[in-house]
Nanobody, 118 residues
Framework: QVQLVESGGGLVQPGGSLRLSCTAS????????MDWYRQAPGEQRELVAT???????DYVDSVKGRFTISRDNAKNTVYLQMVSLKPEDTAVYYC????????????WGQGTQVTVSS
């Protein structure tokens, strides 16, 4: 059974930093594309960053230059390093992956709250 477990959220002041972690189990981690999504209150869930098994990386424009996604295949973990945080980054952040063979099965973590406020 596939599990994605996030950690690292919290309350931070504007301009601060946080690192989110997501540890996966039940998948052949190194071949899975891993994503971070976020959802702010009253908003749709938004794709923030993606890292493929081949280490291709993409970001939504609003976080480019501030967020860094990375993966450690030995630890089955994907990270999201966030710096220069803004109040508009406040959201629940979710780890996500998709079965690369069926392309119809999605897996989500439980979410971790990030609040940027003074």
């Amino acid at each position: 059974q596939v599990q994605l477990v996030e950690s690292g959220g919290g309350l931070v002041q504007p301009g601060g930093s946080l690192r989110l972690s997501c540890t996966a189990s039940g998948i052949i981690f190194h071949i899975y594309t891993m994503d971070w999504y976020r959802q702010a209150p009253g908003e749709q869930r938004e794709l923030v960053a993606t890292v493929t098994g081949g280490l291709r990386i993409d970001y939504v424009d609003s976080v480019k230059g501030r967020f860094t996604i990375s993966r450690d295949n030995a630890k089955n973990t994907v990270y999201l390093q966030m710096v220069s945080l803004k109040p508009e980054d406040t959201a629940v952040y979710y780890c996500h992956t998709q079965d690369p063979f069926t392309r119809v099965t999605h897996y989500w973590g439980q979410g971790t709250q990030v609040t940027v406020s003074s």
